[in-house]
Structure formats: structure tokens, C-alpha cells
């Protein structure tokens, strides 16, 4: 047997028999597990410490949370053969009623993280947005006034690692905000500014993943991905608005059923507006899949929490009460989180199943109370997939009383699209707004990427249906990277309304970017008007003198429009107008490709902006769109699973030694090691694996042609063993004869072929391995403009007041470019130069630069070939 299947299977009958033997709380009314007091830090406002505010943290790194665990799925428990109940009973009233476009759209952030969890928060005059490592504040028009900022020390006195969520506190007009370091911290504002008012925070050391903070009429209560008992904790509202010390409780959630070893996403129910419910019935929520042990059928369970402050003996967990739903399809994947396959050859990205979707809400109406929430199930019950969203209002008649299941459905998205990453809300007349993810299912006729749109129903609809026509709030431009994908997303209501949905999304605008949408559902009596939502082609990539310019247009109006006219213009040049032959009808959006090709030729950045010209179109602000695209190598970036220990775990070659390597998403970029190689010349390769088997091959490429892809003819090696793990082995390749010169992607991949993926294939994912990228200069034969560079003078005259003037003498006559690093090899500037006379001219300020040594880099990006020079500030 192979040591990893005999792991996973020990794996599993380990799992199998701490199911049976672990202590499982019993489904009966339960004390406190812990009372404990917090004593606050506070912190004064961010606008008497400017100076000491830090940018946030926004590198390309993968967040190694809880959901990185998944449940274990007992195969073949869950016997629904049919497709969602009510996808296959679709009430002819769903998606009928058209609404306003959104009226406010914007990017709140930009991130690297994987994924960027994204919140929001609305009060009567900011709008607080945080992410995965960081937080931004807007007014209400969206105009930014603090810029991405960490969390330390900014609000948090310690530092942290992630899952920051925010709430406004309506009834107390304060901010919430919690952070994930060293437990969880919890910050109350002093006020209603959160700018210029100051923090009193709080920290719960024992909470270690995934908290979600919901506030209630007498505490503030979380939940959280937690291994111990604990799962429920309790904080003393009234005291911590005073900025005194409080209490803390904790108590276990009974008859809770969760995989052993899995993500765990309870939520209790938040107040959505100032309207407080009485003391005591703090409410939270899970969903039961009956694919698990120990869950006979899917329900959802909820518990209510009396609190006593003054007597913590006195507080009480009630006992679990199931309210049976109609049935459900909870896992995909067999509870992997690779899921959703995106369009275009993408990655699979994570559905979040198993998750009560931030945020579960709460508000009280005459003659009765509602809670809102959803989670995502698989509508199509064959081996295929396509998301929907499950949604569900409970109701009480009063506050404290019983919660019944008062209506249910599931919302698919448009044209066979997956729809997911849902947040509901209510507003004071009881309409239901909903944003929510979607982008191409298997059956879908184009290519949508990962985009945000939302729905909603208005109070007295069919129950169950969502009556609401899905409206766009953005549209992705690429594919998300990697398999992580928000974790997270929310809607908010405005306090000053109470009728005006704010919501964030997470998605791809040249880069993860977390998008805002401001919508009401009200009656959309727009009559003319269309626009460009976004610009799909190009993409960055290695781009020519003959790209195809293909936007997507929307009637968000209700009339239809028909041969419309549309332009486009590159870096605001003459535009290029056409007309869209046909008729676009209301509420539709249609692809139109311009027959006149745009020539992006020369490496750099282009900004595209497209409109529609439409006379008398009754909303000009949503006419254009803008887009910027970068004619340059994008490589793919295949992630996979090295927790096994698969992989290269050591890569030493000529100057470059990496050891250890630590395992990551599986892909990870080296580029800034390089080396120098020689054509026609052998060397020898010395890589280490931490995984054992005859089966864990090794395969390595040079992009000698410099295209952005690893062809068959660019291929050192294949297949190669690397065994005993832990073990230096020696692998020779040689660099072939009469390759150019110039700096080159070096990718080396190895994985255990005895699983899925195809090692040999360079952007492919394989299910246990790494694939790594570095840097190799190529000292090869030089070609034209690689030998006028090669060549060519690099002149720097050094002037008074870290002044410098720096010429690049050459015969070369293409586009140059500079760029400037720090010693650790950091990009400081870039530039492309147009060549004046002989030479290429660049004035270089280092007025503001720290003392130290600088590298300079001129010559040509497209051959990649280079003179260099170093200076020296003081």
C-alpha cells in the first residue's frame, strides 16, 4: 500500500474513531465553560497619530486559515438523486421585476491575498471597508478618506495576521472591529467617527480562527472556527461602550454535529438596524448536511443564549432545535474547496460550502421578528455542478419566543450560471436585498468571470422566490488565481434610510479588488439608457499590432435599444467609433466586437476606455468604462497540494540556493533568485523532495524563446526521479547551443504522478506537487537588438543634491526601458524612454531616497537585455 494512502486511511479511521469516542456535549441546556473579565487598551484616533498609521500588507500570499481544513464527508450518505427542489419548481414570478441599476459603483481595495475577505460597515457618514490584512474608509460618495491601513497600530496595539470583520452599532452609533493575533481583538469606538474618535480594545486570547462578530441588545457575541468546546462567546456590550472592563462567557453550542477536523461557520443573528430586540435570545445558527455523520436529515439548527451579567451562573446555552428544511445538496467536491471551475482553462476555486454566509441577520417588525441567512448548495444532483444560493427567513412572534421556518428557497443565477458568496439583508419594509458571486456554469453560452450582481424580493412576494431580475454591479476582467476565493462577502443598510443596500464582493480588476455596489429595490423607470460595463479583450499578455476590442454592453433601461452607437480610444487617442448592429433589449447585456483592431504592439501599459454614444440616454454616468492593459509575459501559476511533503523541497543550481523550501499554495515565484548560464554548456541540478516514492518525478523548462510559455522544445529534463526524500539528488541537463541571450523564466515541477495532474504540462494542476519559478541569465548568442545593447554605453554622471543623469548610448532604436531596484532587489521606478539622438536620456531624483547603494537596469524589456550600474546615496 502506498504510504500516502495508508496515511489518509489512517487518517480517516483515526477521524472515524474520535467521532465515536470524543465527548460530545449532549443536546440539553448548558452553563458557561468560562466567565472571565476583559480589560480594554485604548487607543487614540488614527487623526492624532498620522505619523505613526502604516500602509496595510496587500503581498500575493495565501492566507493559511481555517477554511485550509474541510469536514469529512461520509461518501454516499447524502442519496438525493434529483436536482434542487426548487430549481426543478421554479415559481413563475422569479426574477420578473426589474429594478434601478446600482447608483454608486467602486474598487474599495486592491490585495494580493488569497482570498481578500471582504466586509463592510455602514453608518451616517463613512462607509468602513476592511480585508483579509488591512481596512479603508470612504464618505458616503465614495471619495476615500484613509487609504489601505494596517491594523497595527492604526486600532490594534498588537499585530496580526487576518480575518478583520467590521459592524456598526446602530442603537450606540460606535464601529466594531475585530482582528484575528494573538486570539481575537475587539475594538469599540468612543464615537461615531472612526477617524477621529478613539478605541477601547478588547482580546479573547483562546478564539483562533475565522471569528465572526454580531452585535445584540445585551452583548456583542462571536463565533468561531474553534478545535475546543467552545464555539460561542459572549462580551458585555454596555460596559465596553463605556470603555470599562467586561465580562466574557463562553459556552458550548449542544448537540452540534461537525466533522472531526473541519471548518466550522456558525453565525448569530446581528441586528440590522437600531431597533433592539430585549435582553437574553442571542440567536445562532447552523446548517445540518445530512452527507455527515451523526445527521439523519438536512435541517438547520438554531440555540438561544440567556446572558446574566450580574450572575454568570445563572446564563444559559438552550439545548439545539432542529427546523427541518426541504432537502439539500451541501457538498461539493467531496468537501474539497477546489470547486468552481472558472472559464477559460482557470482554476477551481472554493463554493465555501458548509458555511452559514456572513452575515445572519436579525430585525424586528410590527407583530413579529425575521432572520435572514444563506449558504450555498449544488443544485444539479449528477456528477456535475452548478451553485445556488439556499435562503431562508425564520420568524418569531415576539422577542424570546420559538423561531419557525417561514419561507425558503434557492436562487440560481441566469444562463446556467453559478451564483454563491451570498449576503442578505433586510430593509424597513421588509424587501430582502441580496448581493451575491457569480461567473460561467458548464451550460453557459459566454465566458463570464468571477463578477458581483444582486437580487432582492419585496415584502409580500411568492415566498420562496426572489422576484427581483438579477442586476450587474461589476464584471470581472480575468480569472481568479489560485482555488481561494472570498471566504466572505457582505450587505449592509443604511442607517440613514433604512432602504439603500451597500455590498462588497471580492473579484478580479487587473488584480483581486474588493467592489462596492449601492442599490434600493425600487422600480426601475429608467427608459433609455445603455452602457459599457467592461472591456473583456485584451488581456495582458504578449499583445500585437492587431488586438480584437470586445466589451460588453447593458440596457439598464426598459426600453429596448437598437443599433447603438460605441466607440473606443487607446491612452485617450482618436476614438474608433462603430455601431452596434441589432437590438440590445432591456435589461439584457450583449458582447460587441469592434471591427477596427487596436495596435498594442509596444511593451507597456495601454489604457483602453470604451462608451456608448446613445442620444438622449438618460443616465450618462454609467456610459463608459476604462481598463488598463500590460503588453508583457503573464506565466501561469499552477497551485497544488504539498502538505504531504511532494514537491521540491531544495533547489540548488550555480549561484541560486533555496533550501528550505516551505510548502505554500503548491505554486510560488523565485523569480527574484537568479543565476547565469551558459549555452551549449552542462550543469548540474541538486533538488531535495520531503515525500518517498518512485513515483515523485521531476520536470524543468527555460523559457529561452521568452513567450510567456514553456513549449516541448524548451524542456531540460522529464520525469526524473527524486528519491529517498530528504535525499540530495543530482540531475544533469544541458542548456542547448545557440540560444539567445537575455534574462529567462526557469520553471521546475515535481509531484507524485501516481495522483491526477499532468506533470509534464507546465500550467497544469497537479494534486500533489510544486511548481516553482526562478531567474536565469542566459549567456547565449546575441541577436540584433541584443548585440546593440550588449554594446552600448551606460553613461551615469552623479549631480549635486542625489541628482543623476543617466544615457544609454546605442545603436538600438526600439522602445527602452529603466528600472531602479534597492539592494534587496525591490523595484523602486520603471520607466519606458524614447530615444533621443544616439541615446536614451533619464533624469533620476534620489532627493527623497535613504542612503544606501541602488541598482540601475537600461536597456530593452522585450529582449530582456540589459546594461547595468550601480550608484551610491548619501
Known amino acids: 500500500m502506498k504510504l500516502k494512502n495508508y496515511f489518509l486511511t489512517v487518517l480517516f479511521l483515526t477521524a472515524a474513531l474520535t467521532m465515536y469516542g470524543q465527548k460530545v456535549v449532549p443536546n440539553v441546556p448548558t452553563k458557561a465553560d468560562y466567565v472571565g473579565t476583559v480589560t480594554p ?97 470612504y464618505d458616503k460618495s465614495g471619495n476615500q478618506l484613509l487609504g489601505q491601513t494596517s491594523p497595527n497600530p492604526a486600532i490594534f496595539p498588537t499585530g496580526g495576521c487576518c480575518d478583520l470583520t467590521v459592524s456598526y452599532d446602530n442603537a450606540a452609533d460606535r464601529w466594531v472591529v475585530s482582528f484575528l493575533g494573538s486570539g481575537a481583538q475587539i475594538a469599540v469606538s468612543d464615537g461615531p467617527d472612526p477617524i477621529n474618535d478613539g478605541w477601547n480594545v478588547y482580546n479573547i486570547g483562546a478564539i483562533q480562527d475565522y471569528q465572526k462578530l454580531s452585535v445584540w441588545s445585551d452583548g456583542y457575541y462571536l463565533t468561531a472556527n474553534n478545535g475546543g468546546a467552545n464555539k460561542a462567546w459572549a462580551m458585555e456590550r454596555d460596559e465596553m461602550l463605556l470603555g470599562n472592563s467586561a465580562g466574557v462567557q463562553a459556552f458550548p453550542l449542544p448537540g452540534l454535529v461537525v466533522g472531526p477536523g473541519g471548518f466550522y461557520s456558525p453565525q448569530v443573528l446581528n441586528v440590522s438596524d437600531g431597533n433592539m430586540p430585549a435582553a437574553g ?79 445572519a441577520q436579525f430585525r424586528k417588525f410590527a407583530g413579529h421578528n425575521s432572520a435572514v441567512f444563506n449558504f450555498v448548495v449544488d443544485t444539479d444532483a449528477t456528477a456535475g455542478e452548478l451553485a445556488g444560493v439556499r435562503w431562508m427567513e425564520f420568524r418569531q412572534s415576539a422577542d424570546n419566543q420559538p423561531w419557525t421556518l417561514y419561507q425558503e428557497g434557492t436562487y440560481t443565477a441566469p444562463d446556467g450560471r453559478h451564483a454563491w458568496h451570498a449576503s442578505l439583508i433586510m430593509d424597513g419594509n421588509g424587501n430582502i436585498g ?20 444582486y437580487t432582492g424580493r419585496f415584502d409580500g412576494d411568492p415566498l420562496g422566490t426572489m422576484t427581483v431580475t438579477e442586476e450587474l454591479i461589476a464584471n470581472g476582467n480575468a480569472n481568479i488565481p489560485g482555488t481561494r476565493y472570498g471566504d466572505y462577502s457582505k450587505i449592509d443598510i443604511d442607517p440613514n434610510d433604512d432602504a439603500t443596500f451597500w455590498f462588497i464582493d471580492e473579484y478580479m480588476n487587473s488584480g483581486r479588488k474588493g467592489v462596492v455596489g449601492v442599490f434600493q429595490l425600487a422600480p426601475n423607470t429608467t427608459v433609455d439608457d445603455i452602457g ?131 510548502c ?51 524542456q531540460l529534463f522529464a520525469d526524473v526521479v527524486v528519491m529517498p526524500n530528504n535525499t540530495d539528488v543530482s540531475i544533469p541537463f544541458t542548456v542547448p547551443a545557440g540560444v539567445t541571450s537575455g534574462d529567462r523564466r526557469l520553471r521546475i515541477r515535481c509531484g507524485d504522478t501516481d495522483f491526477s495532474g499532468d506533470l509534464n504540462d507546465p500550467c497544469n494542476s497537479m494534486q500533489y506537487g510544486t511548481t516553482h519559478d ?101
Open 664 to 714: 505554500g499554495s503548491g505554486y510560488e515565484d523565485f523569480t527574484s533568485m537568479s543565476t547565469t548560464l551558459e549555452d551549449d554548456t552542462s550543469y548540474t541540478l541538486t533538488v531535495q523532495t520531503g515525500y518517498d516514492t518512485p513515483t515523485e518525478l521531476a520536470s524543468m523548462w527555460i523559457d529561452f524563446d521568452n513567450d510567456g510559455t514553456f513549449e516541448a522544445s524548451e
Open 434 to 453: 441580496m448581493g451575491y458571486t457569480s461567473m460561467s456554469g458548464p451550460t453557459t453560452p459566454t465566458t463570464i468571470r468571477v463578477s458581483s450582481y
Open 41 to 137: 487598551v485604548h487607543v487614540s484616533s488614527m487623526a492624532s497619530r498620522w505619523n505613526e498609521l502604516l500602509p496595510a500588507t496587500v503581498n500575493d500570499e495565501e492566507m493559511q486559515d481555517g477554511r485550509v481544513n474541510s469536514s469529512k464527508v461520509i461518501i454516499g450518505k447524502d442519496k438525493q438523486t434529483e436536482d434542487d427542489y426548487f430549481v426543478r419548481n421554479r415559481n413563475e414570478m422569479e426574477q420578473s421585476f426589474r429594478v434601478m441599476p446600482p447608483s454608486l459603483v467602486f474598487d474599495a481595495y486592491s490585495s494580493g491575498s488569497m482570498p481578500t475577505d471582504p466586509d463592510i460597515a455602514v453608518g451616517p457618514n463613512h462607509l468602513f471597508v476592511v480585508f483579509n490584512t488591512g481596512f479603508t474608509i
Open 532 to 662: 459599457v460595463t467592461s472591456i473583456d479583450e485584451p488581456t495582458n499578455g504578449v499583445l500585437t499590432n492587431a488586438e480584437d476590442i470586445t466589451i460588453s454592453i447593458r440596457n439598464f433601461g426598459i426600453n429596448d435599444i437598437t443599433d447603438p452607437e460605441v466607440q473606443y480610444a487607446i491612452d485617450g487617442g482618436t476614438p474608433v467609433v462603430e455601431t452596434y448592429s441589432g437590438t440590445i433589449s432591456a435589461g439584457t447585456t450583449e458582447s460587441f466586437t469592434f471591427a477596427t483592431q487596436a495596435d498594442l504592439s509596444a511593451p507597456g501599459d495601454y489604457v483602453i476606455t470604451s462608451q456608448t454614444n446613445l442620444s438622449g440616454d438618460t443616465d450618462p454616468s454609467n456610459d463608459d468604462a476604462t481598463k488598463t492593459v500590460t503588453n508583457g509575459l503573464v506565466y501561469c501559476q499552477p497551485p497544488s497540494d504539498c502538505t504531504f511533503g511532494d514537491g521540491i523541497t531544495k533547489f540548488v543550481l550555480e549561484t541560486i540556493t533555496n533550501d528550505p523550501i516551505p
Open 774 to 874: 526562478y531567474t536565469v541569465t542566459i549567456d547565449g548568442v546575441l541577436g540584433v537588438d541584443d548585440l546593440a545593447i550588449s554594446e552600448a554605453d551606460l553613461v551615469v554622471t552623479t549631480l549635486p543634491n542625489k541628482q543623476f543623469d543617466i544615457s544609454l548610448v546605442t545603436s538600438f532604436d526600439g522602445v527602452a526601458n529603466i528600472a531602479i531596484y534597492d539592494i534587496t532587489g525591490r523595484l523602486l521606478a520603471y520607466n519606458d524612454l524614447e530615444k533621443e539622438g544616439d541615446r536614451f536620456n533619464y533624469h533620476l531624483d534620489m532627493s527623497y531616497a535613504a542612503s544606501g547603494v541602488y541598482l540601475i537596469k537600461m536597456g530593452s524589456k522585450e529582449t530582456n537585455t540589459f546594461k547595468s550600474a550601480k550608484i551610491i546615496v548619501n
Open 281 to 359: 435570545g442571542a440567536t445562532f445558527v447552523f446548517l445540518q448536511d445530512d452527507a455527515f455523520s451523526g445527521i439523519a436529515t438536512d435541517h438547520v439548527k438554531y440555540w438561544t443564549l440567556d446572558v446574566d451579567w450580574a450572575v454568570p451562573g445563572n446564563s444559559v446555552m438552550s439545548a439545539a432545535t432542529e427546523i427541518p428544511v426541504t432537502p439539500f445538496i451541501g457538498v461539493f467536491d467531496g468537501g474539497s474547496f477546489v470547486n468552481l471551475t472558472q472559464p477559460g482553462g482557470g482554476s477551481s476555486i472554493d463554493a465555501l460550502q458548509q458555511t452559514i454566509m456572513n452575515q
